[in-house]
């Protein structure tokens, strides 16, 4: 065990080479997986994507460990095997009975497997990328766990379980933004990819109304969600701006722009004249003219000796 332990852990001025060939191997066994679909028995291709899956994690977990978070070719690592044990698990659902569409049963269990597992490698190598992983793929369970449970017969639960989603997550990253800002920007990383995905959900409907014709002139969504897609957006992009961080910023943006089809869809123009209010004002307030500070009351006060000043001389 000494000796593979040796052999499978990577040496850091080796990790961009490890890194690379890590996201080839992943990508060529994906493809070999869909390939070999009608060719090759479901233990086959599970014992392959598991044996490429246990390869990249195990990789990963030996690395060494040299500061609080991980190099990059650890998060590759751990980026190039999160596909291979998804497919794997579901290859093995497959093996154990179910069928060959993904149910939400099936996607319940596998989702939850690679929440622990990524949730475990958070913890173990402090990577926000597997936080990162980790919290999008609980809210893909939380969502299949939903909809094998209860059967919905509408998609709103499911809107609502993404704004659930949405908030708990923000309230995990200020938790974390002061003692672990990676992992928090994380979490707000997936809070974002959980309002496109309600926008997704919203718009879903929407066509469907339309297709179904169910005598709306001009089917849109709900203005209470359109307001949650805008308070999201706006506060992806301000969180992004105070913490520079990218990753924010570009999603924010992109729930705005989910925000505007929504809108755009409705005859009226409140949202444009609440937002061109709420604009203005804005830049008043940041424009409207300063009184200068007071000075400080200690200002003209002469400063005191230091513990190492020389003392003064008294013939001075």
Known sequence: MGSLRAVLAPKPFRGDLIAAGAAALSVGLVLLDTRVQDDWAVGARFAVLAAGAALLLGMAWLAPVEGAMPRMYVSALLVAAFPLAA????????????SGDISPGTTTWVSLLVTAQYAALAVRRGSAISTLLAAASGVVCLLA??????DPGSATPLEWL?????????LGAVV???RHKAHAVALIDVAGLAALLLAAIISIGVVSQTIAGEGVRSPSAPWGWKLVLVAVGFG???????D?????????????GAFVLLAGAG???WWPLILLV????AIAAGLRPTTAAPPAPDLNRPEEPQPFDPPPDPFL
């Open 267 to 269: 005859n009226l123009l």
């Open 236 to 242: 992806l992009v301000a969180y992004g701006a105070v």
């Open 278 to 281: 709420i604009g203005a004002a």
């Open 162 to 170: 993404c704004a659930v989603s949405i908030v708990v997550l923000g």
């Open 87 to 98: 497919f794997a698990l579901i290859e093995l659902a497959m093996l154990l009975g179910a």
């Open 145 to 150: 766990a939903w909809s094998w449970i209860f």
């Open 176 to 178: 974390l933004r002061d």
């Open 244 to 256: 520079r961080e990218r990753g924010p910023v570009w999603l924010g943006v992109a729930v705005l």
